[in-house]
């Protein structure tokens, strides 16, 4: 099977180079097409699906970004070598535990992409590698700190790599700004569900975790505004998209208004915008609407890659150095080896293609969810791998997290997310992206929905 292949488009999944694209990728990782098979020219292939060359030049194009292919238009496409693992995907940390893991919010590993191994075989042709052996620079090279640059552009921000430190990982962006901009025995005021850690980050700096109240767009205008007028907070932490673990995502208008009620309290508002790059354009963030008094948090963390641990803290110059303390005394600087991974990323124009993969997976993903749970109430967003899933009354989150233990399932309440006194809600989050594959997501999930019902059929039976 070489270069008379011809992709089955027969499941059509969004524009037709995108469906040539997934063709190509089930027959590589299904071994129809091995390492070094010779793929039909741009011409040929265009003719045999009577499809323009346009469309065929930009599956190729994209498949190679992929890691898919290699070789040039001209003097041939090839299959590229790939990552040796099994059809059914790789099991993630979580599945080798035995347990399927419905709690670590992260986006899907592609595991059968070579994407990694082909940066690194970049990176390794380098002659100045060693250098990364060094201590890096901090806030970050010149170089990284365009590439961030770039990167948060996908989510609709334009900042000047000057203004970026890039960090270990959003966690240490938000620990930095907490410590500059709050004081010991101050007030933070945030969502009344978040993510978890933030609880830990405050007490860490010697101040008092205040939660407000959430609807559907987020933080909400009214209780911030009683909250700062009670505490005299100096500082609001707000996750305005894809929030963790609601999803709610504010407007423009609400946003104006958070931040004027900010403004007028004199408190510092850190945007925490992890999931930025799967929204893009469209809602101005913060840091935009206040022409840059804000703090701008992003990561590649929930949009790419965890592991990486890169994350980027965007300020005016002039808080550059005050932000850089607590950077340089806990980790000094960031690693240059990651940087320069998200440069080649960036360079081989990667980033687009991987963020375009990622959108498609959770569509995909929340597809199942909606369909697994579509008697239920939930929440999902179109820019994040989580979902909020609300528990009628007669089911108790807490309960369902042990009975799903005893399947293997690991499941997170929302108590895990309550940032103040006021009772979490009765729901789990979802992290569809954990599962290595669709079909364990999908297993897990019914399972998930399975324990529900025995639990409402369980409870009906007491009288
Ligand atoms: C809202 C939010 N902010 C920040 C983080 C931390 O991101 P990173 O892994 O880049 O430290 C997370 C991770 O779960 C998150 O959900």
């Not at 089955?8 to 180079?17: E, H, N, T």
């Not at 893009?280 to 206040?290: A, C, I, K, R």
Request: glycine fraction near 8%; charged fraction near 20%.
């Amino acid at each position: 099977m070489s270069d008379d292949w011809i992709p089955d488009l027969s499941k059509r999944s969004g524009s037709i180079y995108e469906t040539i694209v997934d063709a190509l990728r089930r027959d590589v990782h299904s071994g129809r097409l091995g390492t070094g098979a010779r793929l039909p020219t741009h011409r040929r292939l265009a003719k045999s699906l009577d499809v323009s060359l346009g469309t065929v030049t930009r599956a190729y194009a994209e498949a190679r970004k992929l890691g898919l292919i290699n070789g040039e238009a001209g003097r041939g496409m090839f299959v590229a070598p790939q990552s040796a693992v099994a059809e059914e995907g790789y099991p993630s940390p979580g599945e080798s535990s035995g347990y399927v893991d419905l709690t670590l919010n992260q986006p899907t590993i592609d595991y059968r992409s070579n994407l990694l191994a082909k940066c690194l075989a970049d990176l390794a042709q380098r002659h100045d590698l060693m250098r990364h052996l060094e201590y890096n620079q901090a806030p970050g090279e010149e170089r990284h700190r365009q590439a961030a640059s770039a990167w948060i552009e996908f989510s609709g921000l334009r900042v000047a790599a000057e203004d970026i430190i890039l960090c270990n990982g959003a966690q240490q962006a938000l620990f930095a700004s907490l410590y500059v901009y709050g004081e010991p025995g101050g007030t933070v005021v945030t969502e009344t569900l978040n993510y978890p850690p933030i609880r830990r980050m405050a007490e860490m700096t010697g101040q008092r975790l205040v939660g407000i109240d959430v609807d559907g767009e987020g933080m909400i205008p009214e209780a911030l505004d009683e909250a700062l007028r009670r505490t005299h907070a100096r500082t609001v932490v707000c996750t305005p998209r894809g929030h963790n673990p609601t999803t709610a995502c504010m407007s423009a208008e609400r946003r104006q208004t958070i931040l004027a009620i900010a403004d007028r309290h004199g408190a510092t508002l850190i945007e925490d915008d992890v999931y930025g790059a799967f929204y893009g354009s469209g809602t101005p963030t913060f840091f935009e609407l206040s022409g840059g008094r804000t703090i701008y948090i992003n990561s590649l963390a929930k949009c790419l890659a965890p592991g990486l641990r890169v994350g980027f803290l965007v300020a005016q110059p002039a808080q550059i150095s005050r932000l850089m303390q607590p950077i340089y005394n806990t980790t000094w600087c960031p690693p240059g080896l990651t940087g320069e991974i998200l440069v080649n990323w960036i360079e081989q124009g990667v980033i687009k293609s991987m963020l375009h993969w990622h959108k498609r997976e959770i569509r995909k993903r929340q597809m199942i969810a909606h369909w697994i749970f579509k008697q239920y109430d939930f929440q999902m967003s179109r820019g994040c791998y989580h979902m909020w899933l609300k528990l009628p009354r007669h089911l108790s989150a807490e309960q369902l997290v042990i009975s799903a233990r005893q399947v293997g399932l690991l499941l997170t309440h929302s108590t895990a997310f309550s940032v103040g006194d006021a009772p979490a809600p009765n729901a789990l989050r979802l992290a569809l992206g954990r599962p290595a594959t669709i079909r364990s997501l999908k297993h897990a999930l019914q399972q998930v929905a399975d324990l529900m019902t025995n639990h409402a059929n369980a409870n009906a039976l007491v009288i």
